[in-house]
């Protein structure tokens, strides 16, 4: 579903950024790499120290060749799941160049190869760059969302997505929320790479919920574009996702109405906007 036949994208990040934060920081390359039909893993490159490391293991094979591609060698995994299209790499990538595997601490004992378990106290960076472990749990009970705060990247697996959220598989739709709400609350400015291509499948849902929102029109079009001409609609921004995407918007009067669950609680919304995807 989704393919994106082949298409990797190859972005500077102080392309994306203010030049204020530009000033303060070495840069980041990003390539995001699609993996099996429909997951990304994504690539942070830090060339004075020349360190490597790779967002989701989905496919060791296509993370190898995107890392030969460019000369690259991976020093660390970081995972932000136990599901298997986020871990089926971790074996063969740890063995072929020895790189730490960093995930969260709560399902230690579901992903296999781990050496590194992370909770929100963690103190963690990438070649000096830090970054904030947030617990995203609903999607999984352990998920974690690692959040650049340097360069303003949030790597958010399956629990944000653009235009979406992930399935709540093991949690509940407050808790769910709560998660989706500790990501929304990042500055607006940051650049958001989720763990699938699903925008335009989460478009068809959102424009049903909101079809007057000018903002997401203008999206579901850049979306389509985008996906016509098999390029990624990813990374998105916190900004454009609290203007268009129905799950972070259940305070929107027009949603509440539609639902017919004016004075609801924003967890309520939510949840009932996840019922109704799941079933779209
Ligand atoms: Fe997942």
Redesign the pocket.
């Known amino acids: 579903m989704l393919e994106i036949a082949g298409c990797v994208v190859l972005l500077r990040l102080t392309q994306l950024m203010s030049p204020t934060r530009v000033s303060r920081m070495r840069a980041l390359d990003i390539a995001l790499l699609p993996c099996l039909s429909d997951n990304y893993a994504v690539l942070l490159h830090e060339k004075s120290s020349g360190e490597t490391a790779v967002i989701d293991a989905s496919s060791a094979s296509a993370i190898k060749a995107g890392l030969t591609e460019r000369g690259w060698k991976l020093n660390h995994i970081f995972i932000t ?1 136990h ?1 298997t ?2 871990t089926a790499g971790i074996a063969e990538l740890k063995a072929f160049y020895g790189a730490s595997v960093t995930g969260p601490d709560a399902e230690a004992d579901r992903i296999t190869g781990l050496t590194r378990g992370v909770t929100a106290s963690t103190k963690l960076d990438f070649a000096g760059h830090a970054i904030n472990v947030i617990e995203t749990p609903g ?1 999984t009970l352990g998920h974690v969302t690692y959040f650049f705060s340097d360069d303003a990247i949030a790597f958010t697996g ?1 629990t944000l997505f653009s235009l979406g959220c ?1 399935r709540i598989f093991e949690g509940d739709g407050q808790m769910m929320w709560e998660s989706v709400s500790k990501i929304a609350a990042l500055p607006g400015d940051t650049n958001v790479y989720c ?1 699938h291509e699903y925008t335009l499948n989460n478009s068809r849902f959102a424009i049903t919920i909101e079809p007057e929102n000018e903002a997401l029109k203008a999206r579901v079009a850049e979306v389509e574009a985008a996906r016509a001409a098999g390029k990624p609609t990813l990374p998105t921004t916190i900004d454009a996702e609290l203007a268009t995407n129905p799950f972070l918007r259940p305070r929107s009067r027009t949603i509440k109405a539609r639902l017919g669950l004016q004075g609801a609680p924003d967890w309520e919304v939510f949840t009932r906007l996840r019922l109704l995807k799941n079933k779209a």
């Open positions: 799941h599901h299209d986020h999607h399956d992930g763990g």
